[in-house]
């Protein structure tokens, strides 16, 4: 689909996704996208329904635009046991000077009715998901509510799924991008942007979107040469005033080259793209003993805080992509226009 359809199916003025990054995007980033003429998001996994209506009122109050809201689709395992993990947790706490107890972070939880009630109730133009789709009589209430549906894909088949199922467009995620890998249907089996971009063009008649490794004008015109309808943009705005990202996180990523983003099960118990630290220098990146997702944070949360208040990352999840090196600490805003701009050039070239 051309990017002139993208645009008039979603009413944004420029085709640029702002990435929803749970913790770190809130309603100023999306608002900030939203002015400049792209798509804003909201990361909704960690949100109560309240948390969800109260950003998108603030959303609605900056003025016109299409809004994301972005959730998970996977299951929710009972709480594991999680003595293994505490075991090897240990000697951090012991370092730490830090007795063990567990503030549990809110869990990253699966789409349900009561977020299906809230999308009805504020009437998003986009609903977006993560790690598969929701059961069907959902996405019919979805599209009954006035929203457009998008998926996420990390191969060819995903993305086929994703269209048999009707989704109105496709995220088609890369090995480089940050956060979370989105596959569902099997194991995770990583194929760059360069490579999976043009094979998911040509599977499915649906716009397709990229994200992975875009963080400049460059990036953003090699994705539309390649088929691209839009370009999804996450690591590239982290080191924007408009983010929640904390200062250990900031000073991390202005020295971050892309051989320092790696994927990690350490932070969730699911495999996500982030910035090296103590915890994944001391541990490895994969270790069997972190619990399954979404689980494996609730033990670190001592850790992290305590780190954290003093300036340190060493226990966070520095989630970045392996584009890191191209984030600049401009205005979200900037951000936006100056990656839309470059994908309306590289279209029409």
């Known amino acids: 689909m051309s990017v002139a359809a993208f645009l008039d199916m979603t009413g944004a003025r420029l ?31 960690t949100l109560t329904g309240e948390q969800v209506m109260a950003e998108v009122d603030a959303i609605r109050a900056s003025g016109p635009g299409p809004i994301n809201l972005n ?37 990253r939880r699966p789409f349900d009715e009561a977020m299906m009630q809230v999308v009805e109730r504020v009437g998003p133009e986009i609903v977006s998901f993560h790690f598969g789709l929701p059961e069907d009589w959902f996405l019919k209430r979805i599209r009954a509510a006035g929203a457009r549906v998008f998926g996420n894909a990390t191969n060819v088949d995903e993305a086929q799924a994703l269209a048999a199922r009707g989704c109105d467009a496709m995220i088609a995620q890369g090995f480089e991008a940050g956060g979370h890998a ?48 839009a370009v999804q943009a996450g690591t590239a705005y982290l080191l924007s005033p408009e983010t929640m990202t904390s ?58 805080a305590k780190a954290e208040a003093e300036g340190r990352g060493d226990y966070s999840p520095l989630w970045a992509g392996q ?27």
């Open 71 to 107: 959730f998970f689709c996977h299951d929710l395992p009972p709480a594991p046991d999680e003595t293994a993990w505490l075991k090897t947790l240990a000697p951090f706490y012991a370092a730490e000077g830090l007795d063990f107890r567990i503030d549990a972070p809110p869990l």
């Open 323 to 349: 584009g890191v090196a191209l984030a600049r600490a401009e205005p979200a805003e900037t951000i936006t226009r100056r990656l839309g701009e470059a994908a309306l050039e590289g279209a029409s070239a």
């Open 182 to 229: 989105g596959h569902f249907l099997f194991g995770h089996h990583p194929v760059g942007l360069s490579s999976l971009l043009p094979a998911i063009v040509d599977a499915v008649d649906v716009p397709v979107i990229a994200a992975g490794g875009i963080g400049d004008e460059r990036g953003v015109r090699a994705a539309m040469a390649l088929g691209a309808s």
């Open 15 to 45: 085709p640029v996704v702002q990435a929803p990054m749970a913790g770190f995007a809130g309603s100023r980033l999306a608002i900030a996208a939203m002015r400049a003429g792209g798509i804003g998001s909201l990361a909704c996994a």
């Open 247 to 304: 200062q250990a996180h900031r000073t991390r990523l202005t020295e971050a080259t892309a051989d320092d983003s790696v994927f990690t099960n350490l932070f969730s118990g699911r495999l996500a793209r982030g910035l090296r630290n103590r915890l994944i220098e001391t541990l490895g990146a994969v270790n069997d003993a972190a619990p399954p997702f979404p689980y494996a944070s609730a033990a670190l949360a001592p850790l992290r």
